[in-house]
Each structure stands twice: as structure tokens, then as C-alpha cells.
């Protein structure tokens, strides 16, 4: 006859290890949330000082910014390997990874730790890089070496700590939960969910407790009326996605090497390759009025809340810019960059358009351009909705966040954060050793 104290016990284990699971997530979740107002308030900082420079002189970033670009490559390279980038590659690639030092190799607290100091560093150089990319990264690694001692749930762990970077970062609770479903894992998985939304929902209250309530591009009451204003709709979804996936099928391009001479000098001189890039992002801020360095928050703030007008030049050097920083290999997100670029499309083609209300279109390109770029449509309405606080342009918004995804696929097959992580995948993965096939890792990649 077995002991009535059995089930008892087996019952208390159970609830003991769910207990401590949530306590990993809502721990993870306060970090994280911790760790992205600071870099959020750092990266501020770091920008000021970089305009600061430029009040004193224009022409200083064609030293600064090639010398500053250089050093953070080969520190990156030296100190942080795994940190150069956006970071939202490496953390879809740990989630893929079966093994515990192929995951560390691309999410851990060193390299957590470099991918701060050195978007820090990029942003006082003036490279076209912003901090929201890094964050996830960042999330992804606090949350993997938290939930060290439980290797079976790394995979979810990675996953909240990177959907938690991106609430925390934009202040976007929604578009937390959707990216960690449509981008990060492809998929909608009940047994990681409530746990998932703990973590985002921990971070997101950590940074209303710091920072308080705030919209990132501050809010709009735009709305389309009228058939010019549908009309709107398709041109800035076209415009927008293809240009989005010319600048997705660069990255992957010069990811995967590029053939000949060029292609062998990139490799074998990474650090001179940085530094040229980074004299190319002075001669775009000069050519822009000092527009574009950095994350060009405050250009796109001032255009989306007070509809202060950006050079016509805008989008075409910010593009060019963010694909300089992006290629060079410092360490530094495109997401920010991606949404500045997007707002000068929209800039541009409302031209097209004078009778539709010129917010209403800005709004239009960065969600077609940004949903071009990522091919997640879904995240990109979403984050762009709630960056702005303006629930009237939710359909124009999911209608150009379509087309702008399915143009992209036209110049590149897939998204640029997935297709790049392939390049980690293989790079960080043994011999034989490939994507996992776990209950937590569902979905296409």
C-alpha cells in the first residue's frame, strides 16, 4: 500500500518547479526591463554629446565617426565576439541552437555587457545605429543566464527576454508579445505563453516605474479620408517594401561574402572596411544638414508630433547611412534607423499626395518600409500603432504593412533578421548539429 504523503509530495515538486519558473521569468522580466531604460537613457546621453560635437564642428565626424566606427570593430572582434550587429539575429539563432556553448557563444552576460558599451560608443561616434536591436540581444542574454540552471526552458527564456527588450525598449507592450510570436519564434506556442507575457509585462512595468508613461514618436490623430488617401495606401506599401528589401538583400549579401577582390579585402581588413564605412556616414551627414547620424529620433519625433519638415534628401541618405553601419559590423540595431528611413519615404511621397494629411503618410511609410525590411507585417503595424498612440490608421497601417512585406519578397526571399541568423546558426552549431526541433522552437525559421 503506497504512503498517503506521496501524492502530497509529488503535487508539492510540481508546484515548487512551476514556482520557481515564474520567479525565473518575473526576475528576468525586472532585469531586462532595468537594463533597457538604461541603455535607453545612456543612448540618449550618448547622442547629446555627439551633437554637441557637431555644434562645435560639422566636419569633425569625418575624423571621428571613421576612427570611432574602426575601434568598435575590433573590439567588438577582440573583446565581444557575437556582439557586432544588430543582435536580433543572434538571439532568433540561440533559440535554434541545442547546444548549451553554441547558445553562450551568441547571448551571454559578457557579451550583453559589450553589446551596451559598444552601441554606446557607435552612438557617440555618430554611426546611423539605434538601441533597440541591441536590446533584444541584450534581453535574450540576461534571460538565458538566469535560466542556466534549467537548460530545457533556455529556449523560452531566450525568447521572453528578447519579446521583453522590445517592450521595454519602445515602450510597446502588444508589439513585445506579437514580435516574440511572429519574429522570434514564428509561432504561437500555449505552454510558453503565460510565461512569456509575464516577462514582457514585468519589463514594460520596470520602465513605466523609471521612465514613466510615454509614446516613442509621440502622438497623432492622423486619418485617411478620401480615395486619394487609399490610394496612399498601396503606393507607400510598394515604395516601401521594395526598398526595404534592397536594403535586406545587402545585409545578406555582404553577410554571406562578397565574390572577388572586394569580397576578400572586406575579410581580410575589417577593421579599414569599418572605418571607410564610417567616412561614407560623415559625407551622408554632411550631404543630409547633420540629419542623419545616430538614430534620427528627434528629426522623425519632430516630423511625426510637430510635422517639422525634413530635407528631401532625407531617406535616401539615412538609408545609405544605416546600410554603411549595418555592413561595417559595429555593434548597433536597425530598427530605429529603419523607422527614421521609412518616415522620409513617406516624407517624399506625400508630394504625391497634398490633399492626405502628411503625418497620416509618414506613418504609412515607415510601417511599409520597416515591414519591407523585417517581413512582419503583423509587428510592424503594431509597433508603429503604438509608438504613436493614433488607433485610426490601424487598417491603412495592416494594409501597407502587407504590401510592404510581400514587395520585399520580390528582391529578397526572407526577412533580414532570419536570414542572417542562418549565417550564425551555422557559424555557432557543431559539426552535424543543426535548428532544434523542440516543443519550444515551432515554426519555419
Given at each position: ?45 550618448a ?24 575601434l ?19 538571439a ?16 551571454s552576460?559578457?557579451?550583453?555587457v ?14 546611423s ?5 541591441p ?28 519579446s521583453?527588450g ?92 562578397l ?5 576578400r ?6 577593421v ?24 534620427s ?24 547611412a544605416?546600410?554603411?553601419a ?20 513617406g ?82 552549431a ?16
Open positions: 500500500m503506497r504512503p498517503r504523503s506521496f501524492p502530497s509530495a509529488r503535487r508539492l515538486r510540481l508546484h515548487s518547479a512551476r514556482t520557481q519558473r515564474q520567479a525565473v521569468f518575473l526576475l528576468g522580466g525586472i532585469v531586462v526591463g532595468a537594463a533597457a531604460v538604461a541603455l535607453a537613457l545612456l543612448a540618449d546621453l547622442q547629446e554629446a555627439f551633437q554637441a560635437l557637431l555644434a562645435r564642428s560639422r566636419y569633425a565626424p569625418l575624423l571621428v565617426t571613421p576612427l570611432g566606427m574602426g568598435s570593430v575590433w573590439l567588438a572582434r577582440r573583446y565581444f565576439p557575437g556582439s557586432g550587429g544588430s543582435g536580433i539575429p543572434q532568433i539563432a540561440a533559440r535554434k541552437l541545442l547546444s548549451q556553448s553554441a547558445r553562450a557563444s551568441l547571448v552576460l559578457r557579451i550583453a559589450g553589446k551596451i558599451l559598444l552601441t554606446l560608443f557607435g552612438l557617440l561616434c555618430g554611426a545605429v539605434g538601441r533597440e536591436g536590446t533584444v540581444q541584450v534581453g535574450a542574454s540576461i534571460m538565458f543566464a538566469i535560466g542556466r540552471l534549467s537548460p530545457r526552458r533556455q529556449p523560452g527564456l531566450i525568447l521572453a527576454g528578447a521583453a522590445v517592450a521595454a525598449a519602445f515602450n510597446t507592450p502588444l508589439a513585445g508579445i506579437v514580435f516574440g510570436i511572429e519574429e522570434m519564434g514564428r509561432a504561437f506556442e500555449v505552454k510558453s505563453s503565460g510565461l512569456l507575457i509575464v516577462a514582457i509585462i514585468t519589463a514594460g512595468l520596470t520602465s513605466l516605474a523609471l521612465l514613466g508613461n510615454y509614446t516613442y514618436f509621440g502622438t497623432t490623430t492622423a486619418t485617411l479620408q478620401g480615395a486619394a488617401g487609399w490610394l496612399a495606401v498601396p503606393v507607400c506599401g510598394l515604395a516601401g517594401g521594395l526598398l526595404g528589401g534592397a536594403f535586406s538583400r545587402i545585409l545578406v549579401e555582404v553577410a554571406r561574402g565574390p572577388g577582390a572586394a569580397g579585402a572586406i575579410r581580410r581588413h575589417p579599414r572596411f569599418a572605418m571607410l564605412c564610417g567616412l561614407g556616414t560623415a559625407l551622408c551627414g554632411l550631404a543630409s544638414g547633420d540629419m542623419v547620424y545616430g538614430t529620433y528627434g528629426e522623425v519625433r519632430a516630423l511625426v508630433d510637430d510635422g517639422a519638415p525634413l530635407t528631401q534628401s532625407f531617406a535616401l541618405l539615412k538609408f545609405g544605416t546600410i554603411l549595418a555592413i561595417s559590423g559595429i555593434p548597433g540595431g536597425i530598427f530605429a534607423p529603419s523607422l527614421a528611413v521609412g518616415a522620409g519615404l516624407f517624399n511621397l506625400a508630394t504625391l499626395f497634398p490633399d492626405v494629411a502628411l503625418n497620416a503618410m509618414v506613418l504609412l511609410g515607415m510601417v511599409a518600409y520597416f515591414a519591407g525590411v523585417v517581413q512582419a507585417p503583423i509587428t510592424a503595424f503594431v509597433i508603429v500603432t503604438e509608438m504613436t498612440n493614433d488607433h485610426a490608421m490601424v487598417i491603412p497601417l495592416m494594409a501597407a504593412a502587407i504590401i510592404g512585406s510581400q514587395a520585399s519578397r520580390l528582391l529578397c526571399a526572407e526577412g533580414v533578421y532570419h536570414a542572417l541568423a542562418h549565417g550564425f546558426i551555422a557559424a555557432a557543431k559539426p552535424g548539429e543543426a535548428a532544434a526541433s523542440t516543443a519550444e522552437q515551432p515554426g519555419p525559421r
